[in-house]
């Protein structure tokens, strides 16, 4: 995948993007195929899927003004980097957390974050009850972000004791948050958040509906939450 395709696919989308940014994605692009062929980063391995259901995906949030600037995001369940490691070549100015509970996929974003000269990152190994517990990153974001995570009120656990208040989480979501926003809706309250309207997150040629849901932090979260680790996920709220 070539800097000039990105580009084109940038331009299309209607995605602000700074000169450097179109070659910045192709290394990180050119990495994930070749770390994905010795450990498992992404399912999809079509090059034009991979750029739009990845990357751009990723960066149709930067259509809105839901992060403000010099933010600090925190990526929750990171994976191999979407959104977060995304966003962090897209602004520099923001400075990006890239949480993950497995050490490999950090050490390919190690990788990314060298070869793009990627200074505004930090890479955490912790699963997300463990960080969302820990003094120096509870409630000490404007934004934390997930994608593809978990259903919406296991998210609403993982995300909001990260987030200041008054700052936002933001949840990469398909189809299926119609179904989940009941359940969402009283996780958030619960947590300190209350739901605000989705926002569509379209890419050009793909039927995808995709939204990104914010989700505001009105109030802390109490002390009990985050769970232990695990119980999110096993016992969700409701």
């Known amino acids: 995948m070539t800097g000039k395709r990105i580009e084109e696919k940038l331009k299309e989308n209607g995605i602000p993007f700074h000169r450097e940014l179109p070659e910045k994605l192709a290394v990180y692009f050119r990495l994930l195929q070749e770390w994905n062929a010795k450990m498992d980063l ?82 955490l190994h912790a699963r997300a009850e463990e960080g969302g517990r820990k003094r120096e990153t509870r409630e000490a974001y404007d934004v934390a972000l997930a ?8 998210l609403c656990e993982y995300l909001m004791p990260f987030v200041k208040l008054n700052g936002r989480a933001l949840c990469w979501k398909g189809p299926a948050l119609r179904h989940e926003l009941d359940a969402g809706r009283k996780a958030a309250h619960l947590l300190g958040g209350e739901l605000e309207l989705p926002i569509p997150a379209p890419v050009a040629g793909r039927d995808w509906d995709h939204l990104i849901l914010p989700i505001r932090k009105t109030s802390a979260t109490p002390a009990a939450y985050p769970r232990k680790a695990g119980i999110p996920k096993q016992k969700p709220l409701n």
């Open 42 to 123: 992404t399912a999809v391995l079509e090059e034009e899927e991979m750029l739009d259901k990845h990357f751009l995906d990723s960066l149709t949030v930067l259509r809105t003004s839901l992060i403000p600037e010099d933010a600090s995001l925190i990526d929750v369940g990171t994976g191999a980097g979407f959104p977060g490691m995304a966003l962090a070549l897209a602004r520099p100015d923001w400075r990006v957390t890239l949480l993950d509970a497995q050490q490999k996929r950090l050490n390919f974003l190690r990788a990314v974050a060298e070869a793009t000269d990627a200074k505004n990152v930090v890479l």
């Open 147 to 154: 994608r593809a995570v978990a259903p919406l009120n296991v």
